[in-house]
């Protein structure tokens, strides 16, 4: 009988529990890894610098890089010097944005990464994707997945809980993503990938209606292995689909036109609470609000200091962040005095 079935992608190793960073230097022995102990160390400006004096004496021979921001010219200039040192594989130590310029940084030299995450705010952090920042504003670049990916629970409880919080944000809007992908594939043909599907439904469901917080190990444990399970579903479909419809689109347009709003997450959140608005589906309406505010994130864009005008110019702009993804937004085309009322009803529809 053959065997069919087909080949994934994975990290070699995923642990998410207290005290993983300690057992880094393991990891990195691994010969699967590295087998000349030349590793670089990138950190980023939280606690990245903690992390690596704790690490040092397990790692003597690795050189640490400081990642001053989120940007492309940071991941190009690491990048740079990763392949002049030639080394054998890099570790990116922080938050979202430091990691995205170490996975950025590793594929350009052509070099494994270990992801070592001191925070929870998307699912970047074990994703195919890069979110970086350049001269335009933010672009997308698609990436090489993490080899290894340590949570350690320790840092994330002494990460800003903001930051923590906007990882359910993020892993939420997973299940706008896929009713986009679902209509596009109902009203285009569009392929849709059943497994990619599946993983990025799990996740969001696992953390949709949970009662605990951030405050929680079981519940951080539960967000991290849904952000991971995200990124997994983006290496399975090939691009950012099953995490990633109108609720990022208006997400992007809203950091075009008014950047430094908010965070990548709590963005995702009132994206994906409008898309639901949008699909008159009152039940997931419901149910993301009552997360987002169960989480004390943003519902509304008051929320995070937009009027109904920005809101409304920002949907407007929406679909043209992401050209060729059929979401709610295109198929709905509303112009811009229909937009501006469903703003409206939206913002009444959450009130209290
Ligand atoms: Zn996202």
Redesign the pocket.
Known sequence: MPLLARMLTAPLTVQVRRGAVADLGALLSDSRVATSGRIAVAVGAGQGDQIAKIIEPTLCDAKVFHVPDGSVDAAVSLGADLRKGAYEAVVGIGGGKTIDVTKYAASLAGIPMVAVATNLS??GICSPVSSLEHEGGKGSFGVTMPLAILVDLDFVHKAPPKLVRAGVG?VI?NLSAIEDWQLGNAEHGEPIDGLAVSMARTAAEAVVNREDSVESDAFLTVLAESLILSGMAMVVAGSSRP??GGD?EILHAVDQLFPGTSN?GEL?GIGTAFCFFLREDEARLGQVVECLRRHNLPVTPQDVGLSAEQFTEAVLLAPSTRPGRYTILEHLGLSESEIRDRVERYVDAVAG
Do not use: N, V
Request: no cysteine; charged share 20%.
């Open positions: 998307h699912d993020d809007s995490s990633s990022h990548h995702a």
